[in-house]
């Protein structure tokens, strides 16, 4: 991860374009390390950052400074942070009804669920959590998984980013409120990717035609939900009252997953680098298993 790391400090010291992915994974290794040389580069780029986000188009690229802004906040006094924040929420809850795309949409239901402990409009996590139902009621079908598109949910569906993106949205709505359906509903939505989209010999997922062929970051993407799953089956509290899958062992595929991208992970660009780091670092903070 120090390699990653360092190859964030450099394009932040070449003054290169650095995005918020790259900046959450330098802002964990930061915390993970309290080395001073990453809170040297790190206290410039995010001052950067705060500038580069009135510049985001998309819900997905709002929804990643949102989630690092919320992550730096709770390090840091630095009200310019909260005030970001403090925009970035309304531009989100505007896409829950512009957004169509149920991947993306659920990145930014997840986003406004995330940002809770920092920034809690009281109407938030409930606005938040009915807008992810409401989603789910219109995209999924038992055993056939989510649609892509909410306009079209006939036309699309099965698409990994839909199922992992909404399954990480379904795991935060459950640390929030404890509700047992949505933890069991994000294992079943990777339990169906796994089924229609993974690939032994790889051992990894295939990107569907429509996502492109270079799943890399995907990869990375499913690796950190199944680290998320992986957590929850080890809470004996959980076992007990959910049903959960038989056989599944989600830190097994996760670390799969980690060691078929580890020698490519570094000859790629920056953003991809990143991705690798952050779900690194998300399976280094798993408990062994037993």
Same mark, same amino acid.
């Given at each position: 991860?120090?390699?990653?790391?360092? /190859?964030?400090v450099?394009?932040?010291?070449?003054?290169?374009?650095?995005?918020?992915?790259?900046?959450?994974?330098?802002?964990?290794?930061?915390?993970?390390?309290?080395?001073?040389?990453l809170r040297?580069?790190?206290e410039?780029a995010l001052?950067?950052?705060?500038?580069?986000?009135?510049? &985001?188009?998309?819900?997905?690229? *709002?929804?990643?400074?949102l #989630?690092?802004?919320?992550?730096?906040?709770?390090?840091?006094?630095?009200?310019?942070l909260?005030?970001?924040?403090?925009?970035?929420v309304?531009? +989100? =809850?505007?896409?829950?009804? #512009?957004? *169509?795309?149920?991947?993306?949409?659920?990145? &930014?239901?997840?986003?406004?669920?995330n940002v809770?402990?920092?920034?809690?409009?009281?109407?938030?996590?409930p606005k &938040?959590?009915?807008?992810?139902?409401?989603?789910?009621?219109?995209?999924?079908r038992?055993?056939?998984?989510?649609?892509?598109?909410l306009?079209?949910?006939?036309?699309?569906?099965?698409?990994l980013?839909?199922?992992? =993106?909404?399954?990480?949205?379904?795991?935060?709505?459950?640390?929030l409120?404890?509700? +047992?359906?949505?933890?069991?509903?994000?294992?079943?939505?990777?339990q169906?990717? /796994?089924?229609?989209?993974?690939?032994?010999?790889?051992?990894?997922?295939?990107a569907?035609?429509a996502? #492109?062929?270079? #799943?890399?970051a995907?990869?990375?993407?499913?690796? /950190?939900?199944?680290? /998320?799953?992986?957590?929850?089956?080890?809470?004996?509290d959980?076992?007990?009252?959910a049903?959960?899958?038989?056989?599944?062992?989600? *830190?097994?595929?996760?670390e799969?997953?980690?060691?078929?991208?580890?020698?490519? &992970?570094?000859?790629?660009?920056?953003?991809?680098?990143?991705?690798?780091?952050?779900?690194?670092?998300?399976?280094?903070?798993?408990?062994?298993p037993?």
């Amino acid at each position: 991860m120090q390699r990653i790391a360092d /190859r964030v400090v450099d394009a932040i010291v070449r003054d290169d374009a650095v995005n918020a992915d790259a900046l959450t994974f330098l802002l964990r290794h930061y915390r993970a390390t309290d080395a001073a040389p990453l809170r040297d580069a790190l206290e410039p780029a995010l001052a950067r950052g705060l500038e580069l986000r009135k510049t &985001a188009v998309t819900c997905r690229d *709002r929804a990643a400074w949102l #989630g690092l802004f919320t992550e730096a906040a709770a390090m840091s006094a630095d009200e310019r942070l909260r005030e970001a924040i403090a925009d970035l929420v309304p531009a +989100l =809850r505007r896409e829950w009804t #512009g957004c *169509r795309i149920v991947g993306d949409l659920a990145m &930014a239901i997840n986003a406004c669920l995330n940002v809770i402990a920092v920034f809690d409009p009281r109407d938030l996590a409930p606005k &938040a959590i009915d807008e992810l139902e409401h989603m789910i009621a219109a995209a999924y079908r038992p055993g056939d998984g989510l649609a892509h598109d909410l306009d079209s949910p006939d036309r699309l569906r099965g698409q990994l980013t839909d199922q992992l =993106r909404t399954a990480s949205a379904l795991l935060t709505a459950y640390v929030l409120t404890w509700r +047992l359906p949505y933890g069991m509903l994000a294992e079943e939505l990777v339990q169906f990717a /796994r089924r229609t989209l993974w690939d032994e010999e790889q051992a990894a997922f295939r990107a569907t035609s429509a996502e #492109g062929a270079d #799943g890399f970051a995907l990869n990375c993407e499913a690796a /950190r939900v199944l680290c /998320r799953l992986a957590a929850l089956h080890h809470d004996d509290d959980y076992r007990h009252v959910a049903v959960v899958a038989v056989g599944a062992d989600y *830190r097994a595929d996760a670390e799969r997953i980690l060691a078929a991208q580890a020698a490519t &992970a570094h000859d790629r660009n920056l953003t991809d680098a990143a991705a690798y780091g952050l779900a690194l670092a998300e399976f280094a903070n798993l408990q062994a298993p037993e």
